[in-house]
Nanobody
Framework: QVQLVESGGGLVQAGDSLRLSCVAS????????MGWFRQALGKEREFVAA????????YYASDAKGRWTVSRDNAKNTMFLQMNSLEPEDTAVYYC???????????????WGQGTQVTVSS
């Protein structure tokens, strides 16, 4: 079973940047699609970004496209989410997840991290 641990969240001001990291245990990371999701207080969890196993393909939710970049370092079993131009509306708990396939659907992800809080003040 894969374990996923996110880090890099925090309290920032609008317009600032953060880079989230997700470290995976296990030997299958370089063959696993991965994704980022977020859940704001009182709202359902929503898709943010996904990346294929090699890192050659990525896909973004409309809110993230153009502002954020998902990447991975398979040698270090780590996925990243570079978040620029943060807005108060981006405040949420951010989760990384392992996918059964390259997808933006929550049901296609079967292993989840514990989440990292991102808070953006205005």
């Amino acid at each position: 079973q894969v374990q996923l641990v996110e880090s890099g969240g925090g309290l920032v001001q609008a317009g600032d940047s953060l880079r989230l990291s997700c470290v995976a245990s296990g030997r299958t990371f370089n063959s696993d699609p991965m994704g980022w999701f977020r859940q704001a207080l009182g709202k359902e969890r929503e898709f943010v970004a996904a990346i294929n196993p090699s890192g050659s393909l990525s896909y973004y939710a409309s809110d993230a496209k153009g502002r954020w970049t998902v990447s991975r370092d398979n040698a270090k079993n780590t996925m990243f989410l570079q978040m620029n131009s943060l807005e108060p509306e981006d405040t949420a708990v951010y989760y990384c997840a392992r996918g059964k396939k390259f997808s933006d659907l929550e049901d296609d992800f079967d292993q989840w991290g514990q989440g990292t809080q991102v808070t953006v003040s205005s």
